[in-house]
């Protein structure tokens, strides 16, 4: 079986640049999803725990984990897991309750931090995920989660986002990727089917909500919502269509010149009011007692 290195295609830029594009990603995301880390449920439960215990699957920089972490008692225990260690900041830098670690999702998870925690969080693992795997997936990962705990998947509700109004050299890219992603056994039914495999994996209590960027237009983050949401597609560009060439590429994306020519055409093209629709899709559904 294929492992998370050699479906995802985000790994093959410069680091530094990643790391940053993760890092504003997450400020961006955060307030899309209106600044809600947890659904406000979930959130509400925890608080009358003492000591809240969350794992954080696919943490990256571990943004989010030092983001939640402010949100909650010193007491609480937060562990982020992920198969790519390079983005993980010194510990120095990181709250003093926030633990990173090696994992690999798709494998059988570590026998102490069974069961050890009231909530499993996961999200844009698209560029990892595996074609028919999803369901394997939760129940590997609800091993994790305390009977009664909650496990939360949140994905972009299009694998890429799409930008109103067309960018040729964009809608071109989404093409290639597409096809690319089937090539590489990837999961293109996210998100849609995510309710479909929390339930199937023996969920409880499923539920999802769709946050819409282009909404904040109308609220007060509304001024740079614009320009913001374009410098992330941008960030993405390089670090995207690199890390196709980097594994074979796909017909009409297998050479730089080619490569090149789709990053210098969207960079040209995305600007002004060109509106980048990065909506996310986030399901959540609890483990049963």
């Known amino acids: 079986m294929q492992s998370q290195a050699d479906i995802y295609t985000l790994n093959s830029g410069d680091l530094d640049e990643e790391i940053t594009r993760l890092n504003t990603q997450h400020v961006l995301f955060d307030d899309v999803m209106n600044n809600e880390l947890l659904p406000p449920h979930i959130t509400a439960e925890l608080s009358s725990n003492p000591s809240p215990k969350i794992c954080e699957i696919a943490t990256g920089t571990g943004i989010w984990l030092s983001a939640i972490a402010k949100t909650l008692p010193a007491s609480a225990e937060l562990v982020g897991l992920d198969f790519d260690t390079t983005k993980f900041p010194p510990k120095s830098q990181l709250p003093v309750n926030v633990e990173?670690?090696?994992?690999?999702?798709?494998?059988?998870?570590?026998?102490?931090?069974q069961e050890k925690f009231d909530v499993v969080h996961l999200r844009f693992i698209a560029m990892a995920s595996r074609k028919g795997q999803g369901i394997a997936l939760v129940k590997n990962l609800l091993t994790l989660v305390k009977p009664g705990g909650w496990f939360i998947?949140?994905?972009?509700?299009e694998n890429i986002p799409h930008v109103q109004p067309p960018i040729d050299a964009w809608s071109r890219y989404l093409q290639l990727a597409h096809k690319f992603g089937l090539q590489q056994?990837?999961?293109?039914?996210?998100?849609?089917a995510l309710p479909h495999y929390l339930k199937s994996a023996g969920c409880v209590d499923v539920d999802y909500k769709v946050y819409y960027a282009m909404s904040l237009l109308y609220g007060p983050k509304g001024a740079d919502i614009i320009k913001r949401s374009q410098n992330e597609l941008l960030m993405a560009v390089n670090i995207l269509v690199d890390g196709i060439l980097a594994k074979g590429g796909v017909d009409g994306l297998r050479t730089k010149a080619e490569g090149i020519d789709i990053i210098t055409q969207t960079k040209r093209d995305l600007r002004g009011d060109v509106k980048v629709n990065t909506n996310i899709f986030r399901c959540y559904g609890r483990k049963p007692l």
């Not at 990173?100 to 931090?113: H, I």
């Not at 998947?153 to 509700?157: C, D, N, S, V």
């Not at 990837?186 to 849609?192: A, N, T």
């Open 185 to 192: 056994g990837r999961d293109v039914e996210l998100p849609q």
């Open 100 to 113: 990173l670690k090696f994992n690999d999702m798709y494998e059988a998870q570590p026998e102490e931090l």
């Open 153 to 157: 998947w949140g994905e972009l509700t």
